[in-house]
């Protein structure tokens, strides 16, 4: 697609499930970024990939968070045993240069844990 | 560690006027500078970005943004505010962060609103 997509747009669910979010990144964009942004709050780095570096996962929270990505494509946000304090909006970018270039977000995926 | 600071939560401007968005970063080495928008419920879009050359970079929307690097310092600015400019902006920088990393480190946001 022309865009960054992001899968499911929202989701709601129970303390305690898994949820996995899902972003496809622009063709041929080497890396990508996820970010959580919390209500009125600004973005918090979570995980950088870069081609078939090993990711920069600095910013995952706690060990129930990962991600994963293969190669130059799709990538999965996983949370385990949800917490309410996850709650927030999920962001996925991608990049065409690492170092200069400018990202290019997704709509997010807001997360909503009862 | 990389930072960004954007000093106010709110900026109100009068629609026509000048206005002002501030930002200051911390960062070793070159920064690489952006400016992104947020519209409510929307996505993150791309305002601007100083890599390197001129310290007055233009973006989209009629917006521009000087680099200071003595005052470390990112503003961004419009010579005449519009209604439709009402959005969270938010400031980033970017530096190599070690083992092939490129983190891209954002400011709080500051929430424009301009009044008709």
């Known amino acids: 697609g022309a865009g960054v997509s992001q899968s499911p747009s929202n989701k709601v669910t129970e303390k305690g499930k898994d949820v996995e979010l899902r972003c496809d990144p622009i063709?041929?964009?080497?890396?990508l970024y996820w970010y959580r942004q919390r209500l009125g709050q600004g973005l918090e780095f979570l995980i950088y990939?870069?081609?078939?570096?090993?990711?920069?996962k600095s910013g995952l929270p706690s060990d129930r968070f990962s991600a994963e990505r293969t190669g130059e494509s799709v990538s999965t946000l996983t949370i385990q045993r949800t917490q309410q304090e996850d709650s927030a909006v999920y962001l996925c970018?991608?990049?065409?240069?690492?170092?200069?270039?400018?990202?290019?977000f997704g709509e997010g995926s807001r997360l909503t844990v009862l | 560690a990389q930072s960004v600071a954007q000093p106010e939560d709110q900026v109100n401007v009068a629609e026509g006027n000048p206005l002002t968005v501030k930002c200051t970063y911390s960062?070793?080495?070159?920064?690489?500078l952006f400016w992104y928008v947020q519209y409510p419920n929307r996505g993150l879009q791309f305002l601007l970005k100083?890599?390197?050359?001129?310290?007055l970079v233009k973006g989209s929307y009629g917006f521009e943004a000087e680099f200071n690097k003595s005052q470390t310092s990112f503003h961004l600015k419009k010579p005449s505010a519009l209604v439709s400019d009402s959005a969270l902006y938010f400031c980033?920088?970017?530096?190599?962060?070690?083992?092939?990393?490129?983190?891209?480190?954002f400011g709080k946001g500051t929430k424009l609103s301009v009044i008709p």
């Open positions: 980033a920088v970017r530096a190599y962060s070690g083992a092939g990393s490129y983190q891209l480190t």
């Open positions: 970018a991608s990049v065409a240069i690492a170092n200069t270039g400018e990202l290019f």
């Open positions: 100083y890599i390197t050359g001129d310290n």
């Open positions: 990939f870069q081609g078939n570096s090993a990711p920069d």
């Open positions: 960062v070793s080495g070159n920064p690489y």
């Open positions: 063709s041929g964009h080497t890396a």
